[in-house]
């Protein structure tokens, strides 16, 4: 005991050096707010206030004797019991806090630092009720002797099921009422039916032996219980909504598994290999190490896809010269393509086409490449696609690497595939044993091949299996295995591992304790979502009122915005297209229409001008589409072009030669 008294001092003297005490107003007033003033405050039931510093301070030795004896605040539950949700007692640190302010003689420190005042509703310790239910007739009490057990049945006059989030008794003359019990007493029940209603009664006067033997003995749910000094009860906030959602709140099976793993990464740190090895492996593989003819070029583009006459290609032609010829006297060949070049993939890069092979371009585009030295600027390139400039940038001869320049690019994949070797001999060998066997433990098996052997959290059959490197082979055993059965090997990115199903923790409906944090994010949604309507509902009421639409959006916190004129085909961009605003097209200029859903949010507009479609807008709509189709048409060839190139490189297995340069040729624009 003297030893644990040692250690408590310890702590507090931790959480408040004595060269800095606590002070009443920021220390001690917030642990006496939160448990202690639901008694102690002007008209509580304890005999004194700890509301100011200067109700608090003569009582610093006493609060600090009868909190260290934990008499205050008032619980009797034994703590071996087991942890009560609504258990009032300080923390040791807030025990310490208290001591350590009156040891330091009470100081009360600076008043700005206190907390805001806690609101204390008329009498309540609850904030102030949302009902007040009231006994309707006061019973009698003789001065002095036993009373009978007394009733009181008080109607509710609810229409429906109420969800009670706090309840509290108030007696009007509390040094009267030793204790109180109030009890739900639901629509259909027959307990006491026949008893009255609204005025005091006791089992002596009753008639009805039924309703007598009621009033001795029920099995009624109770609401509430009061005694002097008893703290009203709270229940735990979302439960309503818990409750009607209950079946989104299902939690799926979980499995606990231990396993021993044979780990290639460990064993790949225990593996040398010699330049011996290197060679022959280099040797074998030499082909690998062939680079063939290769030009890095850029390129400029003037499309001519399309139907164009031949007076439009000489003009394109024209065009293109003009840029050969300001590339040609030393302009930067990067900033000319980026200013003229109609290959939008390459635009932003200065006309870069990466490394090309031969067999991988239309074959005047590839002749003309391959013909420049390194630095040369092609004359204009004629290829279906339009007219080009080509400059290499870099070029290479084929020929074969020297064992140096490739040796250490060889180390890691040969380590790796010996240590995966040998991580599936020892698989081959537990397999074996664990097959002849079925009463191989996992243990033994983990100190037979030295492994560790490890556990997962609990996972469910969605969650991921980050200990064994999310494998799916690993997570389908998981959940296919019964609970003490060994696995065979598994094969996963991190190795080889054995599985034994330790735990198995079955599907059931969330407790609201369990799901808390997704009932909460659930309710906030479904929350916004109504104040969202309730928002475009207010909006339109308001202008259908006569109010101007700006304004009145504004004045919602609304960001009112007016679009351009729409089409049926069209859209307003970042709000809604015209099929969702169909029936706009049927209102007339002031009107509003019906609030729109888009997703979770709700779009109100009002109609602010109408134009009928007349003839010769038609025929512009229809020129603007064809372009529209043309240009699309166009893209598409050069899309062809790209897609031929990017399956070449594929074919021939130099797609990992020069990923970055991949990127060159992803989709148009
Ligand atoms: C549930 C009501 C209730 C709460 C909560 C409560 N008290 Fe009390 N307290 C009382 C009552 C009632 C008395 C008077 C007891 C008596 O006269 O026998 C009292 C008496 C005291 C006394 C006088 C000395 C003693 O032990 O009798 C101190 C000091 C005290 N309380 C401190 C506190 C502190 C500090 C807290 C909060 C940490 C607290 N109380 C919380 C009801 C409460």
Known sequence: MGSTLFFLRATFAQVAPANNPPTFYRDVLPILQEHCQSCHRAGGISPMAFETARQTQPYAAAIHQATQNKS???????????????????????????????????????????PPARMWAES????????????PQAAQLPANGDIEYTYEIVPTHFSQDRWVQMAEVLPALRSNVHHAVVYVRPPDSKWLRHAPVGVPFTASTLTDPEDRRGAHWTDSEILLVYAPGSSPDMWPANMAFYDKNKSNYQVPERRVVRYALVDVNQIRQGIQVSDDQLKVQYQKNIQDYQ????????????????????AEVEEIKKKAEDVLKQAR?????????????????????????????QGQTVPE??????????????????????????????????????????KESLRAP?????????????????????????????????????????????????????????????????????????SLPIRTDRGYVVLLVKEIQPAHPGTLEEVRDKVVADLKRQKSIELARSKAED???????????????????????????????????????????????????????????????????????????NPADFEKQKKDLTEEALQAKRSLAYEAFRTALD???????????????MKNFGSLG
């Open 365 to 406: 585009f590839e002749k003309a490449a391959f013909s420049l030295q390194k630095g040369q600027i092609s004359d204009l390139v004629r290829t279906q696609y339009g007219f080009h400039i080509i400059k290499a940038i870099d070029k290479e001869t084929a020929h074969t690497k020297s064992f140096d320049e490739v």
């Open 329 to 357: 006297s030393g302009a930067k060949f990067e900033d000319l393509a980026k200013k003229y070049t109609e290959d939008p993939g390459t635009k932003d890069k200065g006309g870069d086409l990466g490394w090309l092979v």
């Open 647 to 661: 399956e070449r490189l594929k074919q021939e297995g130099k797609l990992k030669l020069m990923p970055e340069k």
């Open 124 to 135: 309540w310790s609850i904030p102030q009720p949302d009902l007040v239910l009231k006994m």
């Open 72 to 114: 205050m605040p008032p619980w009797f539950a034994d703590a071996n019991v087991g942890r009560f949700s609504n258990d009032p007692s300080l923390t040791a640190e807030q025990i310490g806090t208290l001591a350590a302010w009156a040891n330091a003689q009470a100081p009360v420190g600076e008043e700005r630092d206190a």
């Open 539 to 613: 909006l339109i009421k308001r202008v259908k009122a006569g109010e101007k639409f700006d304004p009145a959006a504004k004045g919602l916190g609304l960001d009112p915005k007016a679009s351009d004129l729409l089409a049926r085909n069209g859209t307003i961009p970042g709000a809604a297209s015209g099929k969702q605003l169909t029936a706009a097209f049927n209102l007339n200029a002031g009107e509003v229409g019906a609030p729109l859903t888009l997703g979770q949010n709700w779009l109100v507009y009002q109609v602010a001008e109408k134009q009928e479609p």
């Open 414 to 486: 040969l380590l790796l595939s010996q240590a995966d070797k040998q991580a599936s001999d020892t698989a081959d060998q537990m397999s074996a044993a664990i097959r002849q066997s079925n009463k191989t433990s996992l243990d033994d098996l983990a100190k037979q091949y030295h492994l560790t052997v490890s556990e997962t959290r609990p996972v469910s059959a969605t969650d991921p299996l980050i200990e064994l490197a999310n494998s799916k082979d690993a997570k389908d055993a998981i959940f296919r295995q019964r609970a003490g059965d060994l």
């Open 291 to 310: 680079v063939p003819n290769r030009v890095h070029v850029e390129h400029i583009l003037l499309m001519t896809v399309g139907n164009k006459t031949d």
